[in-house]
């Protein structure tokens, strides 16, 4: 599986959401995104109202909280989803921002126990089956939510870092790089999934325009983040790895990191350039081990930048 998708902006107006979502089906993306961050909107929510909407586009949910929803009561919201829009669900797991969930009281001592577990029993569930036994932090043993569906739908852990990836690779159906992935990381993270064929989804800041310069200062904001302390493992496999740490540690702040970082690392770091470059960059991503690739719009009008991100999406070949 090769997709190409795009992700529905968390701040989008409300009034745009299910035409954002009929345009990117309209453009051809393969699949759609909805983000569930604290302060937004609820992800499980977002996903039913755009497959309502649509006909065909593969909706994610990027991503649920492990510690915020009880275990069975994720399955069984999945599940429905899966019954009423067959084949065309993707679930995406994680522990959560941990700023957000201590503000709910929801952090738990081991984030990757909780996310092992969590992620199990849905899963379990989700096939018909009764839930395992209980652990240190989910237990549903011998539920049964009954309502299962034809089709179940892939369950992926949005994580980073070697031990989180393992965990998805054990316990998961893939993994979403939630985070800029450069095709050295996406290619070392999916030989880590210990999977003959892992699902590995990637999101990136996204720009097409016909001056490439343009687009890659149009993804510069989204790429700010890019060096703190916890990125370590996402950067290690980059060739100038070395060199963006210390441009990090050089940099007055996070702007003007990102403001001032060289040209060849945004185009590594981002999906941003002319049609033709950026589709060379979606195909590297491919090649490097992505199942999916994921477009975020870099642009202040996320609807509009849609005509200009479909430009990049893969041709078909003629016969």
């Known amino acids: 599986m090769t997709h190409v998708g795009v992700m529905l902006p968390r701040d989008l107006p409300a009034n745009q959401v299910l035409a954002y979502a009929r345009r990117a089906e309209q453009l051809g993306f393969d699949e759609l995104w909805v983000v569930e961050d604290l302060g937004f909107r609820g992800g499980v929510a977002q996903a039913g109202a755009v497959l309502a909407a649509t006909d065909h586009i593969m909706v994610g949910i990027g991503i649920l909280p492990a510690g915020a929803r009880n275990a069975a009561f994720t399955a069984m919201e999945l599940a429905t989803l899966a019954q009423l829009f067959p084949g065309r669900l993707i679930a995406g797991i994680g522990h959560g921002m941990p700023d957000w969930m201590r503000s709910v009281g929801a952090w738990p001592a081991s984030p990757l126990t909780l996310l092992r577990e969590y992620t199990t029993a849905v899963r379990t569930l989700l096939r018909g089956e009764p839930g395992p036994a209980a652990g240190r932090y989910v237990d549903v043993e011998g539920v049964v ?150 477009m975020i719009p870099a642009e202040p009008d996320p609807l509009q930048a849609l005509t200009g991100l479909a430009q990049a999406l893969p041709r078909p070949e003629r016969p």
């Open 145 to 294: 939510i009954g309502e299962t569906p034809q089709t179940v739908p892939p369950v992926v852990l949005g994580v980073r870092g070697p031990k989180s990836i393992a965990v998805a690779g054990q316990v998961a159906d893939g993994l979403l790089l939630a985070e800029p992935a450069a095709p050295p990381y996406i290619a070392e993270a999916a030989a880590r999934l210990e999977s003959s064929s892992p699902l590995v989804i990637t999101y990136d800041a996204a720009a097409v325009h016909d001056d490439g310069d343009k687009a890659r200062d149009l993804v510069r904001p989204g790429l700010a983040g890019i060096g703190e302390p916890d990125w370590a493992p996402h950067l290690a496999p980059l060739p100038f790895a070395a060199d963006l740490a210390a441009h990090r540690r050089a940099a007055a702040g996070p702007a003007e990191f990102a403001a001032t970082m060289p040209d060849a690392w945004v185009r590594e770091l981002s999906l941003a350039g002319t049609p033709a470059e950026v589709r060379a960059q979606i195909a590297a991503r491919h090649a490097a081990g992505a199942g999916s690739v994921i």
